[in-house]
């Protein structure tokens, strides 16, 4: 299938994404070599905040019903907080990679841009711990953050969950699991890029079939390595799954973004609209030319900073801040 060209000023960002970020094909013989990498590239929280005036505290939630405890990294600007917004964050990597480190950048922005309290979460990777597992280990740290609102200075009536790529589809997962549980009441889920449906079957998953970010083969590899032989079957759940879900009512406000130039964008505009057919309530933006993680890796570009500024306006409006 022919695919959607690239915004011209997004090209060199994205050559540097491949560069850095894939220089090895993401197979399932090479995902702990993948993950070793991309750990190299991922500096702690400490040296993310620097000498900025972020306070962080580093701690453990219960896990889930017999599995491990939680870590956590709290975020909150010095000297603390009091009814702040707070923001739930959940990390990328095709749920195969990554820490809770990475995007650290950005949630710190939040914290001082909002003046929010913010959590990031580390959840159990696949293929060592099969799904459902990140996703409890995320509504674990959730159920924690929201059970010490009050102590860590967060209004408990504005909890966001939010994240990129996997970040995105587990956050889709959490909140599924927050309304059918009678979980934390959320003010919002923030999907960038989300990674929601193990079929792969859409229009654009084969448009970027060995092209740019985060290709057809990558998210093969990590569908597999998350369900297994269960991958495409009726027995995927929409806890693992979010684009599974039949019932997408009754669910928080959603902010739903994605490149028109990537394999998530076909599932993700379907997620918004199915949103849309129970009466819920989404925001929707498909970013012309735009690769997977574009804003991330080409900041300067027209589109991203376009991308940017309509990420903060809806996270004002849902948290309520000026």
């Excluded at 039949?246 to 973004?257: K, N, R, T, Y």
């Amino acid at each position: 299938m022919t695919p959607v060209p690239y915004d011209p000023e997004l090209e060199p960002g994205l050559a540097a994404f491949l560069d850095l970020v894939e220089p090895i094909p993401l197979r399932a013989d090479t995902i702990l070599a993948n993950r070793e990498h991309f750990d190299t590239l991922v500096p702690p929280i400490e040296a993310v905040v620097g000498d900025r005036p972020v306070e962080v505290e580093h701690v453990t939630a219960p896990g889930p019903p017999g599995a491990p405890d939680v870590p956590l990294t709290v975020l909150r600007p010095s000297g603390g907080a009091s009814g702040a917004p707070g923001i739930y964050s959940i990390h990328g990597g095709g749920m195969v990679l990554g820490n809770r480190a990475f995007g650290a950048a950005g949630l710190v922005e939040d914290v001082l841009r909002f003046g929010a309290v913010a959590a990031t979460v580390e959840y159990r990777l696949a293929p060592e711990h099969p799904a459902p597992a990140a996703a409890e280990d995320c509504y674990a740290g959730l159920l924690w953050f929201a059970e010490h609102a009050e102590e860590l200075g967060v209004d408990p009536a504005r909890v966001l969950v939010g994240g990129s790529s996997a970040g995105g589809g587990l956050s889709a997962a959490v909140a599924l699991l927050a309304r059918d549980r009678g979980g934390p009441a959320l003010v919002g889920q923030l999907l960038d890029c989300p990674m929601l449906d193990d079929r792969n079957e859409t229009v654009s998953s084969r448009q970027y079939d060995g092209l740019g970010a985060w290709d057809r083969n990558n998210n093969d590899t990590a569908w597999n390595a998350l369900l297994g032989p269960r991958r495409g079957t009726d027995e995927v759940t929409p806890y693992e799954a979010p684009a599974r879900a039949e019932d997408l009512s009754g669910l928080p406000p959603a902010f739903v973004s994605v490149g028109a130039a990537e394999v998530f964008r076909d599932e993700a505009v379907d997620y918004a609209t199915r949103i849309w057919a129970t009466g819920g309530r989404a925001e929707l933006h498909v970013w012309s030319g735009g690769y997977h993680g574009f804003a991330g890796f080409s900041p300067a570009a027209a589109v991203s900073r376009a991308a940017a500024a309509a990420r903060d306006s809806w996270l004002r409006r849902v948290l309520g801040t000026s």
